[in-house]
């Protein structure tokens, strides 16, 4: 057997151990495990920018990119949002143990479905470390344990987080394996992942597209992807256009660089020449580069790049914004449904019924009414916390806070009954 | 292409098309689709009698055992079950646009988390002709469009049904393709559904171990199983042994052949005697063969066969049940989570707090106390209707009615809202 495979194999019976003993875990001894981690996270501070400090060492050695140095970089401030966000994870309330729904049949049996954890989580992602302490506590404030596995420029930065979350649950009595690194930085590794459906309950991609690839194609186990979103703004005929602008304008370019900012602008024909004269020079005062079908270019000017079919389905995560005009909202709906990701999508309109019927009709995980689709975000929704947005459909579908990292079981009592 | 992946890739562009019309479809629509299915049933009734009698002629030479010719006949009995049931299923409520929760958050934004469908559901099964009929009801009822292979020596049979639905659908105005046999019998077609995950949102695979695990190891889309149930009934020191009789009796003996058919009785050895001399007769009066730990031999006597460990993990699917002592509760709960599949699971006892332990603790889709393992079933949940017992943990555990065939989207209402 290959080490790879042999590390995989203990650390998921590990798991699966400290999984069980987890399940049954009080919500205090949860919480209490996180606040002891952020105090770890405090008074070992000096290691924990130590090793980050030898991440960005070797990652300046192999070239990454500034942009990738800075995502990988933690300072004291970083660290110190690390260990509040930890104390907040314990502030929300535990899931676990919640009674979903109950009732009781003619013949007397009482039903109940209860909320549970899912059991092991099986976690793969990139650069940041700051995922590694976020997701690390989600899990164990849901009962699951998981199994963390970074990016390798990451590693040192990664493994020290994860021992103050090991340590913090030691302390509180709560099994420290319920939070383990894969330190096996091997592609392999994320193909034998995969595979281990004994040991990996869910597993969850967050990164590029040859990732999420790999994942899916080889998983035995559920697996929910966080993964692009191709989100349009439909301004609908009756739109407020100030109001349009803003929302454009916010979901374009407040964060251009995340799955929730739009990509796509599709405009009602009939406020075409009003809308795009008004908002197309403020998006290039924004440096936002812009791609359009042919009314677009009548309107905005010869020297806007034509938009090809490819466009129309790509996530620039950038200031690149395509724009079509439509001739009524039942187009716009067919272009989203045909071109979108079905992530987030915005209608403005002062119209109830057009609205009513986008929000209908658009099968996206979050459709929106007059606000900008950067508001798909568990924060913003008010979950507390997120573990990502799921692109998938199935379990959870858009933010994932703590109810999505829960499942439910069914209790049943009766008083000898038996089937007839 | 190979004309096996032409038929697919025809049938799922078609489903595609008619998911997105029937997601939006009234209920009143799909529940007239139901209805006219139904009479097309009693009015088609020959058709599909003579469909079946070439499937079961083709299954009579080919040498079909009588059991399997026996699941495989239709008759005018079970032709009027099938299409009273499609009335009961239009009878049931619609969940789509059901509203689950409606919250508003401080900055005026307001959420609805509404039941949508999945979108197109792919269901592999065998033998029996009427779930041909129930799988599609249960899916056009929840708005999903559905392709259906069942096994090859109930083809003439399965099209002929489905044939009744696409009348009834096409006689409503809801799109015919929602309903879709793949009439490939090759095996190559099971591998291809698996990795259609353009077309396929779901694929629930209901039959025996290889077909699942081929389905499991190809799937590139959400998969719910429909698999093993190894379940126990565990008899408590404090339990009603008159009650823990009549339970355990009925788990084992009233429909040995399904999934939540007790394989395994756990007691408690305070009782151990008193039990297993009350038991063992009547159920050796009944023909089932006991396989037992040295304690249960030396209670019932050497002619009980010795259960190795291969017997606690297995699920006979006949009249064998499995016997073991154990000296308290969490030696009980310890052996249902080591060697059971996390299916159904019953604790017998007056004591509600061993009740409440077992409950908590064992981790399987339904637990129960005092009453029969049989219960894990739709119909007795009250579900109405179930396409079948999903033996996953994610989106549907247990049961699958009509709920666990939808998902959700979130619509999100504004005044201009964009993010800071």
Redesign the interface.
Known sequence: MSDIRQQLLTAGSRARAAS?AL??CTERAKNAALIAAAEQIESAAADILAANRADLDRGAVSGLSQALLDRLRLDDKRLAAISRSLREVALLPDPVGQLIRE?S?PDG?R?KKVR?P??IIGIIYESRPNVTSDAASLCVKTGNAVLLRGGSEALHSNIALAEALRTGCRQAGVPEDAVQILTSTDREAVRLMAEM?EFI??IIPRGGKALIETV??HA?M??IKHFDGVCHIYVDRTA?LK?AE??L???KC?RPSVCNAAETLLVHSEIADSFLSRCGPELKRRGVELRGDKRTQEILGPEIVPATEEDWRTEYLDLILSIRVVQSLDEGIAHV?EYGSHHSDTIVTADAAA?SEF???V??????????T???DGG???FGAEIGIST????A??PMGLEELT?????????????E
């Open positions: 069980r399940a049954t009732w049949r049996l039903f549970v899912i059991g459906s309950d869910l899916s194609s035995r559920p697996v407020d109001m803003s929302i304008i916010n979901a407040q449904e609205a929000l209908n009709k099968d996206s995980a979050a459709v929106f009414w007059n606000a900008s950067r508001f798909n913003e929704f008010g998938d459909r199935l379990h579908r858009g499942t439910y079981k069914y209790q049943v009592i009766g008083q000898g009954h038996v089937r």
